[in-house]
């Protein structure tokens, strides 16, 4: 592949501090020359699922499914909440099962908590379902302190820099692997 690689970056967390979506903003930082990531930040505007909006989705679903067809491939960053996934991610992405724009497309899920083998698990499982292309050597732990960590904390952190350009790196050489390798 020629061209530079587009990821788009999904933190399943809606709070102003997240540390996920710090983790993801710390990724766009470290992204190396032909790499860009872009962190979407309209989760908290798509409205809650609705199957009978078919046809006439929001704008901001629209542009959503837009951003995912342009980006090569994506990386998830989700909290856990009581042992499953926060609503926020699961919203988004049920918005995008029918339309199909992660089918086939390589996914990074990194996971900012060890505690967090619940929602990682099931995060799993609905992207498998959804035939996106998990990269298991792009879908990292890097576990934060708390859910206080800022973005310059963690890019003050030699060991949590090494694993984002670690994930950065494996996901990048998924996109110019052939999805039948
Ligand atoms: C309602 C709620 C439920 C939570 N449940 C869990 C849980 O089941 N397991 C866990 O490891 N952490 C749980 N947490 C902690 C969050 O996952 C943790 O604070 C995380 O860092 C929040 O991510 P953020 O900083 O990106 O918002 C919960 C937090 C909240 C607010």
Redo the contacts with the bound molecule.
Sequence with gaps: MSGQIEILAI???L?T?????ALLHAAAQLAPAGIAVSVYDGVGDLPLFNPDLEGQEPVSVLELRRQLRVSHCVIISS??????VTGAIKNLLDWVVGSGELVDKPVALLN??A??T??HAALTEILTVMNARLIPAASLTIP?I??AVTLEDILSNGDQVATLRLALSALSNAVCVPVTA
């Design positions: 933190s399943g967390s709070r501090h997240s540390s996920n979506t909290p856990e909440y009581a042992h499953g900012a908590s505690r967090a619940w929602s934060l708390n859910n």
